[in-house]
């Protein structure tokens, strides 16, 4: 039954004496019940930049312990600076500010998960005065004017988006977009096991004494569906272009990556001017084209104890497991140091590589000079003889050690020879010394060793030591002088 207002005045009116009578100085008040509420932050990170521009995300996050049934993010951008184009979002402009709402399927961030959308920005300018439901983007709430409350604090759950500490977890595709775009020097990110859809890009480097770490178990399995959109005429990261790498360094030197998977993108794993990178434990399979690729200048690199199968499934002359360097002809968009692409000095080392790697297991390129091959296991089963992808190693560089690895070929697949030379730029293609290599051609490989030619390596002969063993060879061991 519903009080009177004249019984609840006489009542309050009785209360007041009654405490008076008592010789109350105060009153006390119960705890408010806390209402269940979310709590939303967004967190901004560049996921790719060019000379114009730049693209960018920003990870919805909701702390707080209920659901939202949506969001708006708002934020200025410098003069000069403007969105050309998002997604995941509905976007409005009034000026230089930007509001951004959810897209409906986005709008319900469940407590302590996060949603994403992004944009593309012309000129470089970046976000600021951000709002989520018109907070603070970082998560400080406003000033209120309710009463205080003795309840104690309830402590948030995590926010998913990169945190600044020294390991940053992930489990989703937007958040390992977001950790490769903001990774530092020292920084490991560590990817759950799981299969992550995407474009994954970093341009962040590490340095010499503290490199940064992506690693995971085998069964976090990075794939690009793409390509997509219009490309430069040069691959370089742009906007609205989806290159179709499975992982992409690009000016990221002093990285370690480590045990996870890449599969089913259009390459695997490419660096661009990113020296100093290991790559350890890593598989690497299903490829339309190339698996690893050290390329515009990404020298004193090494990959080791890896596993690369499954080629050139699209472009099976594009389909080599390690390329090193690029082709003469593609020296203008790749020789970014003196015309000339020098990926020198890469170790390749103790890896399981094909079958069904359709062109080279190692492709040495033209201008690349000082690698070692050693301890490797090459599988010619499936190699397609496409665009003389005929052989277990190509080295048109100088000064390459191939030592220690064990080569085998069986049907099905087109093979020449276990290891060959060629001389397509002047200078190159000499110097390399083969030693202690195991090579059985089943009865179709000509030679364990094939070099093309000894009078354009007169002053920088390669080398064929004793220690080699052929077997199942068709012509021998090697078409120059073994030496002892």
């Not at 990959?303 to 199968?309: A, E, G, H, L, Q």
């Not at 030693?435 to 007169?458: E, I």
Request: charge should be neutral.
């Amino acid at each position: 039954m519903t009080r009177s207002r004249t019984g609840k005045a006489a009542a309050a009116i009785g209360l007041v004496a009654a405490l008076a009578g008592l010789g109350a100085t105060a009153l006390a008040f119960a705890p408010t019940a806390h209402a269940a509420a979310p709590e939303l932050t967004a967190a901004f990170a560049r996921t790719s930049v060019w000379s114009t521009g730049y693209g960018a995300q920003y990870l919805v996050t909701n702390r707080g312990d209920a659901a939202s049934t949506g969001w708006v993010v708002e934020f200025d951008l410098p003069v000069g600076s403007e969105v050309s184009n998002s997604w995941s979002s509905v976007r409005t402009r009034t000026g230089q500010h930007y509001r951004f709402t959810d897209a409906g399927y986005n709008g319900n961030v469940a407590p302590g998960t996060a949603e994403s959308f992004g944009f593309n920005v012309r000129g470089l300018g970046e976000p600021l005065n951000c709002t989520v439901d018109g907070r603070p983007c970082a998560g400080s709430a406003p000033p209120t004017t309710a009463p205080p409350t003795t309840a104690p604090p309830t402590t948030a759950p995590p926010t998913t988006a990169p945190p600044a500490g020294p390991v940053v977890d992930v489990s989703t595709a937007a958040q390992l977009q977001a950790a490769l775009a903001a990774a530092r020097p020292g920084q490991t990110i560590r990817l759950a096991a799981g299969t992550y859809r995407g474009a994954f890009l970093t341009q962040r480097a590490g340095t010499a004494s503290s490199p940064v770490t992506l690693t995971g178990p085998r069964a976090a399995v990075l794939v690009n569906d793409g390509p997509a959109g219009t490309g430069p005429s040069c691959p370089v990261p742009t906007a609205g272009w989806d290159s179709g790498y499975g992982l992409w360094l690009f000016d990221a030197p002093h990285w370690n990556l480590t045990g996870f998977t890449v599969a089913e993108s259009k390459k695997g794993i490419v660096l661009d001017n990113s020296h100093h990178v290991t790559i350890d434990g890593v598989h690497v399979h299903h490829t339309d084209e190339e698996a690893v690729h050290f390329r515009r200048s990404s020298a004193d690199g090494i990959i080791r104890n890896s596993t690369i199968t499954d080629t050139g499934l699209v472009q099976p002359g594009y389909g080599e497991g390690v390329y090193l360097g690029s082709a003469q002809s593609n020296f203008g968009c790749h020789g970014n140091s003196g015309g000339v692409d020098r990926s020198d000095r890469v170790q390749v080392l103790d890896n399981h590589i094909g079958p069904n790697v359709r062109a080279e297991h190692v492709d040495i390129k033209e201008g690349t000079q000082g690698g070692v091959l050693r301890g490797n296991r090459f599988d010619g089963r499936g190699i397609s003889g496409v665009n003389s992808g005929d052989s277990w190693v190509d080295a048109k560089g100088n000064g390459y050690l191939i030592e220690g690895n064990t080569g085998t070929f069986q049907s099905p697949g087109t093979f020449a020879n276990g290891y060959e030379t060629h001389n397509l730029l002047d200078g190159y293609g000499c110097g390399n010394v083969w030693r202690g290599n195991a090579s059985d051609l089943g009865g179709v490989g000509g030679y364990a060793v094939r070099v093309s030619s000894t009078s354009k390596c007169a002053a920088n002969p390669n080398v064929v030591y004793a220690s080699n063993t052929v077997t199942g060879a068709r012509t021998g061991l090697t078409n120059i002088s073994v030496t002892p």
